[in-house]
């Protein structure tokens, strides 16, 4: 059995991935934090200089035959630089390892270029992160597009009953623009839509989330805003199964999972104008490509054919299957 050495955030990602690999291959795990149950044996890199010799002692002691680093972070470059020599080196780019880390500085698009170098495969979930690879470090970079699937509960759930609900599915992180979701909802409410009601579910932001509270306070909607706080997938799943719309317009994303899932539960959907997103929505099809200097317009998710949205939807899932991509993970180990 190969040995598969994993620097991953802890995150469901990450728990994803690993339940993806666990049962074929020889797994630990390295992460920043251990607060959920992996099912493999787990390490927690603490932080500061020790770390660097840590992640020497860590990977001379496993051994591995690959090492599979997760996203590009302040751990990425020194697991490079320690086990090159040792194993081959895949890299998954989350979204914001090559679409928004490269833009912060100099030194940020240096540190990404020399992670996806000493990378002998990268994989990637949308295509607009395969085209910053190759703007990066060139088009003979191997890539493959692999994403984490959707997991079983979404796919267990029946999805008849459906309710006069508008979720979001995304943390409270400046990123994912939640201000501007609970202004359009007050707009849609107050225009004849009192029997909706909008789910805010996500990690909460120890400044953004009482920012937001008080901004539901301010537009006198607090008794149709829910603060659902993170959710499980069994949770998620069933808000899924029983909103008609849900919205995610961050202003960066990669191919996102919770929009595979609302694609699965033939939801409308409000998303940003990113390229990743043209790969899963088509504009008045399936759902909405939201004006970035507007606010969101809910009342046109009745213009939806839901027999075409659904046969659209159709077409698009069989590449979010979890057993397909976990396949594909598996070979990379082969």
């Given at each position: 059995m190969k040995k598969v050495l994993v620097f991953a955030p802890d995150s469901i990602h990450s728990y994803k991935f690993i339940q993806m690999i666990k049962d074929d291959v020889d797994v630990l795990l390295v992460t920043d934090v251990c607060e959920r149950d992996y099912g493999v044996e787990t390490i927690h890199l603490k932080r500061g200089l020790n770390m660097i010799f840590d992640i020497k002692k860590i990977i001379d002691k496993f051994d591995p035959d690959f090492i599979h680093i997760h996203t590009i972070n302040r751990v990425a470059p020194f697991v490079f630089f320690w086990g090159q020599s040792h194993a081959k080196m895949i890299l998954s780019a989350w979204g914001s390892s090559v679409l928004v880390i490269p833009k912060i500085s100099w030194f940020h698009k240096k540190l990404a270029q020399y992670c996806l170098n000493k990378s002998d495969v990268v994989t990637v979930d949308a295509n607009i992160e395969k085209y910053a690879i190759h703007d990066l470090v060139g088009k003979d970079k191997e890539t493959r597009n692999i994403n984490f699937g959707m997991i079983p509960y979404i796919t267990d759930i029946k999805f008849e009953d459906k309710e006069n609900i508008i979720?979001?599915?995304?943390?409270?992180?400046?990123?994912?623009?939640?201000?501007?979701?609970?202004?359009?909802f007050a707009k849609f409410f107050k225009a004849g839509h009192e029997d909706w009601r909008l789910v805010l579910s996500g990690v909460e932001h120890p400044i953004n989330t009482p920012r937001y509270k008080k901004l539901v306070k301010e537009l006198e909607i607090e008794n149709a805003v829910t603060f659902a706080g993170f959710l499980s997938a069994e949770q998620n799943a069933e808000y899924q199964a029983k909103s008609k719309i849900v919205v995610s317009i961050p202003f960066s994303d990669g191919k996102s999972h919770c929009l595979m899932e609302a694609l699965y539960a033939n939801n409308v959907c409000f998303v940003s104008d990113l390229p990743s997103n043209y790969e899963m929505v088509s504009d008045k099809v399936n759902g909405f490509i939201v004006d970035d200097h507007e606010l969101i317009n809910f009342a046109t998710y009745e213009l939806i054919d839901n027999d075409l949205m659904k046969a659209y939807n159709a077409k698009k899932l069989p590449e979010f299957s979890y057993e397909e991509n976990a396949k594909k993970f598996i070979k990379l180990y082969q």
């Open positions: 979720y979001s599915p995304r943390s409270h992180a400046d990123i994912y623009n939640i201000g501007k979701v609970i202004k359009s």
